[in-house]
């Protein structure tokens, strides 16, 4: 999904001024992307509409970034596809909040039932009960149980012979009686959907009225993961649903149908196997990792509001004259300072949030003092010609400033790798900086 969208982006990037026809063709790319990525036909069709649309109006085709403008578009409508917020767990009103986990067969029920006790319980220092109701499973009883141990959790179970109603009933009492906050009931799945199934969890709601019915899908399935969730959710009328190893190679069109298709809100995400694995769902980071680019769209609004234009314009063309100095890059640290710290701006970059480069622009608010205090101990000629800072000009500057050498020769690097960054902004605008991040 990511690349095909991609490309075509930066095909559309490439041309600065965009036509209606230049429209057209990146939404047929936009919906092959979809389709490809096992995205509802339906909700494939609606989405590309109503981004044409609002990509035709006369304000992004007008405007300087139209490129930019449609990609923002896509954004917005990916994210409210898939439901716009977050949406927090339900709650009973009083003691036990009962959770109810349903799925098939390997799409992470068990392992999502421990996920979320565990999370309950680092989070909300809740005291939950896991009721172990699959009994068609030999291995599943077990399987729970370890996982409770794991983390500390009681596991209620009566192992395969009675009737997961039943079993359900004697796990809520037990509830009742030790006070636990939560009850997670992990029950059984089948390869597909099935009556006899469907039948068995009717009953369980039907007991145990759970305030949150789980549906707990494999990310992987595609296309199946949303025939899935219509099917328990015509037969269930499920509260959420948790989307598993989205770790994994997944296409990620799952995400877009479900809430799509069965209106049900998408609460937490699988990402991985080990029980700290389980985040909460937002949508909007959602469609930034369907887009590919991390949180871009943060980062872009965030330098088009706070970094001023013209400021980058002379910088740029100090750049291009390469006559960058010290005494710009005092400039710039202020403007860098305002727009937050510099690693997390080097975090919203698709790639860089691991990069030791990020780790190594480690530009502090009360550092800034620190590297002024060594411009300014730079006689004007070294401010203006950083290449004359050799060892024993350091060595004075750094006795002059009270700062260690160590700390000089940082601060040169630091001023080297900020001239880097600028050389490559240096087209002189924002495009500049967007095709530094779109790369
Ligand atoms: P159940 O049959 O629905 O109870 O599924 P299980 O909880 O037993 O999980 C089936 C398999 O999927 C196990 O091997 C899990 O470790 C694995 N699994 C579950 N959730 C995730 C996830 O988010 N990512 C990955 N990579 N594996 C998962
Ligand atoms: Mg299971």
């Known amino acids: 999904l990511t690349e095909r969208l991609q490309n075509a982006f930066s095909k559309l990037r490439r041309k600065g001024k965009i036509t209606e026809s230049d429209v057209r063709d990146m939404m047929r790319e936009v919906r092959l992307a979809l389709l490809e990525a096992d995205v509802n036909f339906t909700v494939v069709k609606n ?5 044409r649309d609002r ?19 896509v954004n917005e409508e990916l994210t409210k596809t898939m439901g716009d917020t977050a949406v927090p767990l339900n709650k009973a009103p009083h003691i036990p909040t009962i959770i109810m986990m349903v799925g098939l067969q390997g799409a992470g029920k068990t392992t999502t039932a421990g996920k979320l006790a565990l999370k309950l319980k680092n989070e909300e220092h809740a005291r939950p009960l896991m009721i172990a109701a699959d009994i068609y499973r030999p291995a599943a009883v077990d399987q729970l ?6 983390i500390d959790v009681p596991v209620f179970e009566q192992g395969t012979d009675h009737d997961p109603v039943d079993i359900v009933k004697a796990g809520l009492d037990q509830a009742t009686l030790q006070k636990n906050d939560y009850v997670i009931i992990d029950t059984a799945g089948r390869l597909q959907i099935d009556q006899q199934l469907m039948d068995e969890l009717v009953r369980i709601k039907a007991l145990a009225h759970p305030n949150e019915i789980l549906l707990v899908v494999d990310a992987m399935t595609g296309q199946n993961a949303t025939e899935v969730a219509k099917g328990f959710n015509d037969d269930l009328d499920i509260t959420g649903v948790v989307l598993t190893k989205l770790d994994g190679d997944t296409r990620g069109g799952a995400a877009l149908s479900i809430r799509a298709v069965t209106g049900k809100p998408i ?6 196997e080990k029980l700290e694995d389980l985040d909460v769902f937002y949508p909007d980071r959602m469609a930034n990792r369907i887009l590919g680019m991390g949180d871009m ?43 937050g710290p510099v690693q997390d701006l080097m975090k919203m970059i698709p790639g860089m949030a ?7 622009l480690n530009i502090g ?75």
């Open 365 to 439: 608010d009360k550092d800034i003092d620190h590297l002024k205090a060594i411009v300014y101990s730079m006689t004007p000629q070294e401010r203006e010609q950083p290449e004359l800072l050799n060892p024993s000009r350091r060595r004075r500057i750094a006795a002059g400033s009270g700062r260690s050498v160590q700390e000089v020769n940082r601060m040169i690097k630091q001023f080297n790798m900020s001239k880097d960054m600028m050389q490559k902004m240096s087209k002189g605008n924002m495009s500049g900086m967007e095709g530094m991040f779109g790369g």
């Open 47 to 51: 989405f590309v509409n109503t981004v």
């Open 267 to 272: 609460k937490f995400t699988g990402q991985g």
């Open 55 to 73: 990509a035709l109006g006369a304000d992004v085709l007008d405007s300087l970034t139209p490129a930019q403008q449609v990609l923002k578009i």
């Open 297 to 339: 769209m943060t980062l872009i609004e965030k330098a088009q509001k706070d970094y001023d234009a013209k400021e980058a314009e002379k910088m740029a063309e100090k750049m291009r004259e390469n006559t960058f100095d010290f005494n710009d890059f005092l400039d710039q640290m202020g403007q860098i300072q305002n727009m």
């Open 354 to 360: 691991n990069n030791p480069a990020a780790q190594n």
């Open 145 to 150: 149980v370890t996982l409770g141990k794991q």
